[in-house]
């Protein structure tokens, strides 16, 4: 079923049809920027519906925010918000989302890796009825194998642990229908796993393949470690599978334990006095069973840590000014804390 908007007051007050937003997180993106929104620009320009982009600053210590305060100065469709520091992509997305004001957003990244005409095909879908189009990286260009294996080993392994099913081969590049952005902004939890998050929401979902393309200029900010942190939230966020597999290991390493006395008992008994020799198997044991104590201590850390993290109740990030909001000051929506520092202009 194709959507239909009549006028009248909504999500965007506009009066003479849909408003499409765009949110893209920036961190030092100096280099490719200015390309960015060119083609941003010459695609939205095709669309029905009318568009604003708004670029996240995400700490940039590079010329990012300059470039961003002279295209918000040239363009009225473009707002800007700015952190105060660098509070981490998914906290950018966030951030976004709070500031659009569109019957829909896409999410898509400043390197031009996402190509931003398929937003057009994320449009088309969003029109005919979907809540939520998004991106399934079909090939992935100027990537090295090691990155291929792993994203893939990842997205395998976590449909294994999780029980909320999350598309193979998708990043956040989506374009997610205004009901389901407020749906979003209502869980406020810190270590956030948008992609994941989406697919928890459920509402009506498809994917839509595409050529992801080499980063056209500057480096990626994902490290490794990076990367495996970002890896752990979401099995962290959506699965309780480790603390399981922690209980499960530590009955097996008691069942190992029990198993060994007993031979050393029945050893004894029968005088084969040759069989326990010393020290060697005894240290194998204590060594054995500490690590896996460790490592059950360490799995179970890693929940309580999130646990103490949520019950601080900080912002998710702080804003250090706004551009290109005129008098809006704020989000329609705000369930989300967070804090406004500086000037919105």
């Known amino acids: ?8 007051p909504g999500p965007t007050e506009v009066a003479d049809g849909p408003l499409v937003s765009v949110v893209v997180p920036c961190l030092n993106e100096q280099e490719v920027l200015c390309e960015t929104n060119r083609r941003l620009c010459a695609v939205l320009g095709q669309m029905g519906p009318k568009f604003e982009i708004v670029y996240v600053d995400d700490g940039s210590t590079d010329s990012t925010p300059e470039i961003l305060r002279q295209m918000a100065a040239r363009d009225e469709r473009i707002r800007v918000v700015r952190f105060s520091r660098n509070f981490g992509h998914q906290m950018a997305i966030t951030a976004g989302l709070e500031h659009a004001s569109g019957d829909a957003v896409v999410v898509i990244d400043a390197d031009l890796q996402d190509p931003p005409e398929v ?16 991106g399934v990286r079909a090939e992935r260009d100027g ?10 080993t990842f997205y395998r392994f976590i449909n294994r642990l999780s029980e909320t099913p999350i598309p193979l081969d998708t990043g ?3 374009l997610m229908d205004r009901r389901v952005v407020q749906a979003l902004l209502e869980m406020p939890e810190r270590d956030r796993f948008v992609r994941g998050m989406v697919s928890w929401l459920g509402f009506s979902q498809i994917a839509v393949p595409y050529r992801r393309a080499a980063r056209t200029a500057g480096a990626t900010k994902f490290s490794f470690f990076k990367m495996l942190r970002f890896a752990m939230d979401g099995i962290f966020s959506f699965s309780i ?3 399981r597999l922690a209980t499960w290991t530590g009955f097996a390493a008691s069942g190992i334990a029990i198993a060994g006395v007993l031979v050393a008992v029945i050893a004894r008994l029968m005088g084969m006095h040759g069989i326990v020799k010393g020290w060697a198997s005894v240290m ?5 069973l500490g690590g896996v104590q460790l490592i059950c ?27 290109g909001f005129g008098a809006r ?4 929506v705000t369930p989300i804390s967070t804090t406004a520092i500086g000037n919105s202009r």
Not at 121 to 128: A, G, H, I, R, S
């Open 297 to 323: 201590i360490g799995i179970i850390g890693e929940y309580v840590g999130r646990t103490y993290g949520e019950s601080k109740r900080r912002p998710l990030y702080v804003v250090r000014e706004r551009m």
């Open 172 to 174: 956040d590049f989506r």
């Open 119 to 134: 937003i057009l095909q994320l449009v088309d879908k969003w029109m005919e009825g979907y809540d939520v189009a998004y």
């Open 329 to 332: 000051q704020s989000s329609p």
């Open 241 to 243: 599978v480790p603390l």
């Open 284 to 288: 194998t044991a204590v060594l054995f």
């Open 143 to 152: 990537e090295t194998a090691f990155k291929l294996w792993t994203a893939k």
């Open 1 to 8: 079923m194709r959507r239909e908007f009549t006028a009248g």
